[in-house]
């Protein structure tokens, strides 16, 4: 039997997931993003949670036009929830055109994003009745 702990989820104006989180003891909110296969942070917020960069830019892509610079990060500390603490590793990509996209529509800005690799390592559960995620 598996023990669970969880983090709440709130929906923005958009209809995208959403959920706080501490990344190097810095507070974050983040994008839950099932169809995202790589947790990343924006860019410009690398110092404010102390993320060292390791290795070499590559291009990345996703929901944007063309490719973008992204680079990845060595594992930091996570933490979701009131029990939730691990490891993880997040790809440095610039995150303005989401963020002007989310503003225009009335919605937050958010520092980054949890994608798959995050939701399968940690055998996450999306609970939208009840607004859970269970880790």
Known sequence: MYR????????????HL??????NGKKAKL?????AS?????????DHFKLEKKGDPFDA???SEGKMEAVLT????????????????????DLNH?????????????DGIIGADFLKKNKAI???????LFL
């Open 4 to 15: 669970h702990t969880f983090t709440r989820i709130n929906i923005s104006k958009t209809k």
């Open 18 to 23: 959403l959920c706080r989180a501490r990344i």
């Open 31 to 35: 994008l839950i993003d099932t169809g």
């Open 38 to 46: 790589n947790s990343c942070i924006h860019s410009e917020l690398q």
């Open 61 to 63: 892509s996703g929901a």
């Open 74 to 93: 060595a594992k930091c500390i996570i933490e979701l929830g009131r029990k939730f603490k691990g490891e993880q590793a997040f790809v440095l990509l």
């Open 98 to 110: 989401v963020n002007t996209t989310l503003s225009s529509q009335g919605a937050n800005k958010i």
């Open 126 to 132: 999306i609970d939208y009745g009840h607004r859970k």
